[in-house]
C-alpha cells in the first residue's frame, strides 16, 4: 500500500505560479514511476508529468501542453513529488492527482493512468482573472 497527499493547490491568475507536493508513505524511489495527472470537469483524467525515480535526478516525462512550464522532482529525503507550475493558463484548471506505480507497469506509458496503481485525493488548481 501507498497513501498520497496532495497539496498546494489554489486559485492564481493567468500567467502566475503554483508548486503542488504530494507526500508519500513510501519512499519516493520505491515507487518506480510517481506521476501527477489531472481532470477537468466533464473530461477525462490526464497525465500531466511523470518521473522514472531509480536513476539519478529521475527521467521525466511531459503532455505537450505543459512542456516548458511545468517541472516535476522528488526529494527522496522528504518522501514527496513536487510539480512547479509556471505560467498558468485557464486551461490548467483541474484537481490535480498524485500517483504511484510501484512495479514499473507505467515504463511503455508513462502518461497513461492505466500504469498508475496508487492514487491521492488530489487538489483543486483554479486559473482565472
Known amino acids: 500500500q501507498v497513501q498520497l497527499v496532495e497539496s498546494g493547490g489554489g486559485s492564481v491568475q493567468p500567467g502566475g505560479s503554483l508548486r503542488l507536493s504530494c507526500e508519500s508513505s513510501?519512499?519516493?524511489?520505491?515507487?518506480?514511476?510517481m506521476g501527477w495527472f489531472r481532470q477537468a470537469p466533464e473530461k477525462e483524467r490526464e497525465g500531466v508529468a511523470s518521473?522514472?525515480?531509480?536513476?539519478?535526478?529521475?527521467?521525466?516525462y511531459y503532455v505537450d501542453s505543459v512542456k516548458g512550464r511545468f517541472t516535476i522532482s522528488q526529494d527522496n529525503a522528504k518522501n514527496t513529488l513536487y510539480l512547479q507550475m509556471d505560467s498558468l493558463k485557464p486551461e490548467d484548471t483541474a484537481m490535480y492527482y498524485c500517483?504511484?506505480?510501484?512495479?514499473?507497469?507505467?515504463?511503455?506509458?508513462?502518461?497513461?493512468?492505466?500504469?498508475?496503481?496508487?492514487w491521492g485525493r488530489g487538489t483543486q488548481v483554479t486559473v482565472s482573472s
Open positions: 500517483a504511484a506505480d510501484p512495479y514499473g507497469s507505467a515504463r511503455t506509458a508513462p502518461l497513461n493512468r492505466a500504469g498508475f496503481r496508487y
Open positions: 518521473i522514472y525515480t531509480r536513476v539519478s535526478g529521475g527521467t521525466s
Open positions: 513510501r519512499k519516493t524511489y520505491s515507487n518506480a514511476f
